[in-house]
């Protein structure tokens, strides 16, 4: 009996449990699955299609092959060099025919391995040469970007990270109307961040929403830092960081969002604004 998924078909039943349930010959999920990994290492969609033929046929020449795979002839040759310089395939001539045969499943693993040790060069060659450039570049374009979104955690915590680079020792940051439920969801990446800005001597003033009381109590015992609390009718899901050159609007919502603007005058605004704020709050 055949089993349909949607517009394919994933498999066949092949016998009922004695439970009532079916047991499925699910082969072309687990196909599905290696080309899904090993996409994930960069191959393309025709080196997969080649090098899972390989495995499948054994030793074989390029006819079989293009066969197996689907692949045209015009291709393979050009797809089997790259599969061998990998190191995923090799070949043999006989009578002036070459064999091709996929290596060990093992060497997946070698090449898996060669490609995270790049990937680290890589990563390790953008932090010393082209970051810095880039980062120059950014200080000195005539029309720089004002304004900034950033959605979902990751990019919360990536422009957070990357405006506390831009404070120095003596400079305050200033946090407005911070929500409990930030803490609640975040707290453990919060303490590092808080971490780092005392190792930066970098002052902060903080003003909790009126339920956050048990997260501010924790910060009023660093050095460099300051808490207050917003009265009962003024608390709010959302907060503001102000830098000295940039403002970051946070809103916690189904995903959070981060709204940048980087702009003195404007951060200066709010500072203004934070000084009102702070002198009617309750300590």
């Not at 997946?108 to 880039?134: D, G, M, R, V």
């Not at 950033?150 to 405006?163: I, P, Q, T």
């Not at 990446?189 to 002052?203: A, C, N, Q």
Request: with cysteine.
């Amino acid at each position: 009996m055949l089993l349909l998924d949607s517009n394919e078909c994933v498999g066949y039943i092949n016998s009922v449990s004695p439970q009532g349930g079916y047991i499925y010959n699910l082969g072309t999920i687990t196909v599905i699955m290696d080309e899904q990994l090993l996409e994930r290492l960069g191959l393309t969609k025709g080196e997969i299609k080649v090098y899972l033929a390989l495995n499948k046929l054994g030793e074989s020449t390029v006819g079989p092959i293009g066969k197996e795979s689907g692949v045209s002839k015009s291709k393979i040759y050009d797809i089997l060099d790259r599969l061998i310089e990998k190191g995923l395939a090799g070949h043999i001539s006989k009578n002036g025919t070459k064999h091709f045969t996929a290596n060990d499943p093992h060497m997946i693993l070698e090449y898996a391995e060669k490609q995270k040790e790049e990937l680290e060069l890589t990563k390790e060659k953008l932090s010393l040469n082209l970051l810095p450039q880039l980062l120059l570049q950014r200080k000195t374009a005539t029309t720089q970007s004002v304004a900034e979104l950033y959605e979902g955690f990751k990019g919360l915590k990536a422009v957070r990270d990357e405006l506390m680079r831009t404070l120095n020792p003596g400079d305050e940051l200033l946090i407005q109307g911070a929500p409990k439920i930030a803490n609640e969801k975040w707290e453990g990446w919060l303490l590092g961040f808080h971490k780092e800005r005392e190792e930066r001597k970098v002052g902060m003033r903080i003003i909790y929403n009126s339920d956050a009381k048990k997260y501010g109590a924790i910060r009023k015992k660093w050095k460099l830092t300051k808490v207050r609390y917003m009265t009962n009718d003024l608390s709010s899901p959302n907060w503001i960081d102000v830098y000295p050159g940039a403002v970051l609007f946070g809103m916690i919502l189904k995903e959070p969002i981060a709204f940048v603007v980087r702009d003195k005058e404007l951060a200066k605004s709010f500072r203004a604004y934070f000084e009102i704020m702070w002198k009617n709050s309750k300590q």
